[in-house]
């Protein structure tokens, strides 16, 4: 029910972003979405992608720092109260969200919340029990792909 | 002949080690003998020593114990600069039979010479450091130290030969082919500066080859102070037993001191030469076991005789016997010299301090760096440290506390805050011979 989210340590000054994307892109990965957490001198770029193992191999390989981390992915409506909603769910299991980010689909009326949590599996069981969509590699590949 | 030197490989001790098990009141004889020999020798035929000795009205004759060795002046780094290129020489021309040079990146040259017996006894010694670590005849040694103007790559190579091992000169560099060698040749030790060895264990990893699944046992690392937690790292990185090795040029090159099996500090070989350790402010001989800088007098050398040579290497000498039966004294691991003392807004810093703050934090030993720089006028020191995939998170919190935590860690070690800059792996370049680990940017 998890997805693995690839993290990418970055210096933060031009040009450091681009590489790691060319040598996803030369290796034909598909990005889904990304996010990218930065300091003043350091960031962290983390990416959802189809073949998170293969993209990890390719980075390591080219003398990148990669780690591989579960995150929790949940589909919701595209409209206003989307979010909060999730956040309530979360709120009431007394869960600590370490950080979200979001991207919506462009075919469909939906958006995809990405969750970080120290532990996945009770958030995943808190947003079971109320009804929510949890996605999981093969579902996100059938909505993206 | 002196293939008939086998060390056994059974275990036994190699037949040129057999100086290393003389009973005390012999070697001391052997080094007063030698010593007075010497003294004579540089007062006969160095000027620099004559006059030095006549200042103090000092003849030869005033050595008439070790002890006596303390009234005698001490010789410099500056000293062999002064009179480059061949101005403390003991030999004429024509019995030198090889020559040697620093490489002068800090100014001239120093050249040291070596005449046929010069080289036997060199020869000799790091016949007697190899067999201190174990190696024996049958064994495939790389030699993988600068061949050169550098006195490792040849020292080591005319010990390995001495001791009947085979020896695979490959230098430095080029660490694909070294990797390639390693594992075709069924090396079974490999002699490099610490740093390097460092640098091929990450490229062998690369490459995908498991340096613990080959012949390789041991490891002969000099050149360059190393720590502990280093070896640590490297032993349990390849699984071999690594050994730290000493020497300078100006001394003979490597084969000055060894560790054995203990790996508790190094054996002199206290009947070539002579270890003293003195107080680096005031020049007073410690006794045994304080810490001090090391001084060194050549007891058999011919050709370039050197009487209490300031190292500016920081050591202690161990008063303790040595479990492995050598009676040559040993000499703590140097961790620094007083060259590699920085200072900065008047507090003194060794490198080997940051690195043990990062050993303490990490667990292992990341790439690092220090940059000196100076701001409006204020020395700046930046440390900065590579992010390899076992520290990784993807939580910008988790790297900013480690940062924080090294910072921390540096900050009790030495004293002053430093700034800490995490990054990207192979981002500071490896180096090939000895490591480059500080930058001076203060540009005075």
Not at chain 1, 38 to 59: C, K, M, N, S, Y
Not at chain 2, 377 to 394: C, F, H, N
Request: include cysteine.
């Amino acid at each position: 029910m998890k997805l693995t989210q690839l993290s990418v340590f970055l210096e933060n000054r031009p040009g450091r972003l681009i590489e790691p994307t060319r040598l996803l892109a030369a290796e034909g990965v598909k990005i889904m979405t990304l996010c990218l957490a930065d300091t003043a001198e350091f960031g962290i770029l983390r990416l959802i992608v189809q073949d998170p193992a293969h993209a990890a191999e390719v980075l390591d390989a080219a003398g990148w720092s990669v780690t591989l981390t579960e995150v929790v992915a949940v589909e919701v409506h595209d409209q206003p109260g989307g979010l909060a909603e999730v956040l309530g769910v979360f709120e009431q299991a007394g869960l600590n969200v370490e950080y979200v980010y979001a991207f919506t689909l462009r075919r469909e009326d939906r958006a995809i919340l990405v969750f970080r949590f120290q532990q996945p599996d009770q958030a995943i069981a808190a947003l079971h029990a109320r009804g929510h969509q949890v996605l999981d590699a093969e579902r996100l590949e059938a909505l993206v792909g | 002949m002196l293939k008939e030197l086998w060390n056994d490989a059974a275990g036994g001790f190699h037949p040129a080690s057999a100086p290393d098990f003389l009973p005390e009141p012999a070697l001391k004889e052997v080094q007063l003998r030698r010593l007075r020999a010497v003294v004579q020798r540089a007062y006969d035929k160095v000027a620099l020593v004559r006059e030095r000795m006549r200042e103090r009205e000092l003849t030869p004759a005033a050595i008439q114990t070790l002890a006596d060795l303390r009234r005698l002046p001490f010789t410099v780094k500056a000293d062999l600069r002064e009179t480059y290129p061949f101005g403390l020489f003991a030999s004429p021309m024509s019995e030198v039979v090889r020559l040697h040079a620093s490489s002068g990146t800090t100014g001239k040259p120093i050249v040291v010479a070596y005449t046929r017996e010069d080289i036997e006894v060199w020869s000799e010694v790091m016949a007697r450091t190899l067999a201190c670590c174990t190696l024996h005849n049958g064994d495939i040694v790389q030699n993988a130290y600068g061949y050169g103007l550098f006195t490792g790559g040849l020292g080591a190579h005319y010990g390995a030969e001495a001791l009947g091992a085979t020896v695979i000169p490959t230098s430095g560099g080029n660490t694909d082919r070294q990797i390639m060698i390693i594992r075709d040749f069924g090396v079974s030790a490999l002699f490099s500066t610490p740093s390097y060895f460092t640098h091929l264990v990450e490229r062998a990893g690369e490459l995908g080859v498991d340096l613990r699944a080959l012949p390789l046992r041991v490891g002969v690392f000099g050149a360059e102070p190393w720590s502990d937690g280093m070896r640590d790292h490297i032993e349990a990185s390849t699984g071999i037993d690594a050994f730290d090795i000493y020497g300078l040029s100006e001394i003979t090159g490597p084969g000055v001191a060894s560790e054995c099996t203990e790996h508790h500090g190094l054996h002199v070989f206290e009947d070539h030469f002579y270890p003293e350790i003195i107080d680096p402010v005031s020049g007073e001989p410690l006794p045994d076991g304080e810490e001090g800088e090391l001084v060194l007098t050549t007891l058999s050398k011919k050709a370039m005789p050197m009487i209490r040579y300031r190292t500016r290497d920081i050591s202690a000498i161990i008063p303790q016997r040595c479990g492995c039966g050598r009676s040559l004294r040993r000499i703590r691991r140097i961790a620094r010299r007083s060259d590699d003392m920085l200072i900065i807004r008047g507090v003194n810093i060794f490198p080997s301090q940051i690195e043990a703050a990062l050993l303490a934090v990490e667990g292992t030993l990341p790439h690092y760096r220090i940059l000196l720089s100076r701001e409006h006028g204020l020395d700046q020191m930046t440390v900065e440290v590579e992010v390899t995939p076992e520290v990784l998170s993807d939580q910008v919190r988790v790297l900013e506390d480690m940062r924080e935590r090294i910072a921390q860690a540096i900050e009790r070690i030495v004293g002053v805050r430093v700034g800490l800059r995490l990054v990207e792996p192979h981002s500071i370049e490896r180096s090939q011979g000895k490591a480059q680990r500080v930058i001076d940017q203060r540009g005075d």
